[in-house]
T-cell receptor, first 109, second 114 residues
Framework: QKEVEQNSGPLSVPEGAIASLNCTYS??????FFWYRQYSGKSPELIMF????GDKEDGRFTAQLNKASQYVSLLIRDSQPSDSATYLC?????????FGAGTILRVKS | DAGVTQSPTHLIKTRGQQVTLRCSPK?????VSWYQQALGQGPQFIFQ???????QRGNFPDRFSGHQFPNYSSELNVNALLLGDSALYLC?????????????FGSGTRLTVV
């Protein structure tokens, strides 16, 4: 059973703070890792993808991958109330994308 | 540039009925995957279509079937609906079957089985 684990939250951070979202996965053979944002009642929206160990930055978002520890994280700097959503970690296993259950993020103004 | 389009947006069906959901992929994408998302859970992979063939399948019963047309659009069919089939059904398209560049999701079809 290929699994992706996330803390369901909610994770509450004040506006302007750094939000740190974490994810672990079970299959060492996984090659591609994604973070999606999903607002209530909406479909997932791709924020970041990462393939190599280390950090990848895009604006206020930084994805971090550690394949040895089978761990991927997402940092959101200068968090805004509009960042409040469910963040889904997804990992490719072969040709399918396996999602975690998501972490609810709440940014308080 | 149109993204992934799904129809219908909402659907209410009675237990035991059959339903067909439709998806048009993003322009330039030739691979379509279908996902089921129950409330409070992450999307669960149903199957993937590429070159009009089912390439990979998740842990869903045979009641779930699909099709891909020459224009890359796709249908998801569910027979003998159960109450537990109530969920958001998401279609995702990608540039290739590996999804290395990510998957673009449609807005989904909300299916309610009563």
């Amino acid at each position: 059973q290929k699994e992706v684990e996330q803390n369901s939250g909610p994770l509450s951070v004040p506006e302007g703070a750094i939000a740190s979202l974490n994810c672990t996965y079970s299959d060492r053979g996984s090659q591609s890792f994604f973070w999606y944002r999903q607002y209530s009642g909406k479909s997932p929206e791709l924020i970041m993808f990462i393939y190599s160990n280390g950090d990848k930055e895009d604006g206020r978002f930084t994805a971090q991958l550690n394949k040895a520890s089978q761990y991927v994280s997402l940092l959101i700097r200068d968090s805004q109330p509009s960042d409040s959503a469910t963040y889904l970690c997804a990992v490719t296993y072969g040709n399918k994308l396996v999602f975690g259950a998501g972490t609810i993020l709440r940014v308080k103004s | 540039d149109a993204g992934v389009t799904q129809s219908p947006t909402h659907l209410i069906k009675t237990r035991g009925q059959q339903v067909t959901l439709r998806c048009s992929p993003k322009s330039g994408h030739d691979t379509v995957s279908w996902y089921q998302q129950a409330l409070g859970q992450g999307p669960q992979f149903i199957f993937q279509y590429y070159e009009e063939e089912e390439r990979q399948r998740g842990n869903f019963p045979d009641r779930f079937s699909g099709h891909q047309f020459p224009n890359y659009s796709s249908e998801l069919n569910v027979n003998a609906l159960l109450l537990g089939d109530s969920a958001l059904y998401l279609c995702a398209s990608s540039l290739d079957a590996t999804g290395s560049y990510g998957y673009t999701f449609g807005s989904g079809t909300r299916l309610t089985v009563v």
